[in-house]
């Protein structure tokens, strides 16, 4: 009797997986166009959209380890459909807001949660349990590549609805528009989990998180997502209101978001094409030297649109290019059976990083009137960020069967 349990084919899996990512990742990478439209109609201050945001990113990543933990038992489908329906609620009521306490609980609460079951990790899960060991880091490049697209297609178009219907409209739009992913979530049912039963597997849950954190290659893997999760996200959503108080139009924010989202379509791709060949902790070490010295030069020359296009390109480069490198090392260390949760855990402590990216960024412009501070941070995290990752390994962990 064959016990080798079915999979979905590749091509189905890349293609449904990436075209959900991009949407999901599109809408995300958009937030910060918002804060000036919303802060300033509503009478709010920038730390208090900053915190939304930041909320946001803390649920993405607390949520991202139960969602991790239901995939792996039941597959991601059921996850992906309740995620999927609670991201347009979360938009549309984000939409709605009336106080910051409101907005918290829509952007923050609601997106954030919902984020956990539409994006990398889950998809990642998908994709390390249906494509061989020998094409996932490629598998994982082409699916961050999505993500990226996304951002290159969705940012701008987020931009021009804000111009032409305004910000509440723009976002119930988008709300309508997650929805649509509903019928290509079928495309990620897993025949494995057909039965609600999941595979067998040799660890316990706890057997697994005991091993991890207990590894101290996961633990500079963790340390490292960090500084990556402050990196983006301070930028991402802080860019656009640093550009404006440069005296820059609106529209070259939108375009820089737009040129990061493009370039990060080939550098992700590229890292996960290279982590097949090369030493995946010198990529990561690379990645994160490569960003200290952009950051350096972009704030050390005049702030003008030919600057800021400049950095955005050399930044998108390298924007999510630490994703499927980062989640490639853990399938290839502890395997495929908890590999959502483990990119769940690795997930949150980017999230607490993103988190703090973004509150510090408001936090600081608010006391100071600059964002000077964060910057200098940022090239200093990335000299952190570049040392840790070199010791890591990412040959498979040694274990002792464990006995049923």
């Known amino acids: 009797m064959n016990t080798t349990p079915r999979t979905l084919p590749l091509w189905q899996v890349l293609i449904c997986g990436a075209v959900i990512v991009s949407l999901a990742m599109g809408i995300r990478h958009g937030f910060g166009l918002w804060m000036q439209p919303m802060t300033q109609e509503m009478g709010w201050g920038r730390e208090d959209f900053a915190t939304a945001i930041g909320i946001q990113n803390i649920c993405w990543g607390l949520f991202g380890i139960f969602s991790g933990m239901l995939a792996d038992r039941f597959g991601a489908f059921r996850v992906m459909v309740v995620s999927a329906l609670v991201y347009a609620a979360g938009l549309w009521g984000m939409a709605n807001a009336t106080s910051p306490t409101w907005l918290a609980l829509t952007a923050g609460v609601m997106v954030g949660a919902a984020q956990a079951g539409t994006t990398f990790a889950i998809v990642f899960g998908i994709i390390g349990r249906n494509i061989p060991a020998e094409k996932r880091s490629w598998a994982m490049g082409v699916v961050s590549s999505a993500g990226s697209f996304g951002q290159f297609l969705l940012v701008p178009s987020s931009s021009y609805l804000i ?208 964002y000077d501070l964060v910057w200098y941070g940022c090239i200093a995290l990335s000299v952190f960020a570049a040392l840790i990752n070199l010791p890591v390994r990412e040959q498979p962990i040694l274990r002792r069967e464990v006995l049923a």
């Open 163 to 370: 111009q032409q219907i305004g910000w509440h409209q723009a976002l119930v739009v988008l709300a309508i528009t997650m929805l649509m992913v509903m019928p290509l979530l079928l495309g990620l049912r897993e025949p494995a989990f057909a039965d609600g039963k999941a595979p067998v597997r040799q660890q316990s849950i706890f057997q697994a998180l005991r091993e991890a954190f207990g590894y101290r290659s996961f633990q500079l893997l963790m340390a490292g997502y960090f500084v990556c999760g402050f990196q983006v996200v301070f930028i991402g959503v802080h860019m656009p209101s640093f550009l404006k108080d440069q005296g820059l139009d609106p529209q070259v924010a939108g375009t820089a978001l737009a040129l990061i989202g493009l370039f990060n379509i080939f550098g992700t791709y590229a890292a996960g094409s290279l982590g097949q060949y090369l030493p995946k902790n010198l990529i990561l070490t690379g990645i994160y030297v490569a960003r200290g010295v952009f950051i350096s030069l972009f704030i050390s020359m005049p702030i003008t649109p030919t600057s800021v296009y400049l950095f955005s390109a050399a930044m998108g480069l390298l924007w999510l290019s630490t994703v499927p490198v980062t989640n490639a090392v853990i399938a290839q260390i502890f395997g495929i059976s908890h590999l959502s949760m483990l990119s769940g855990f690795v997930f949150l402590s980017h999230q607490f990083g993103s988190y703090l990216g973004v509150w510090l960024g408001g936090w600081v412009y608010d006391r100071t009137g600059s």
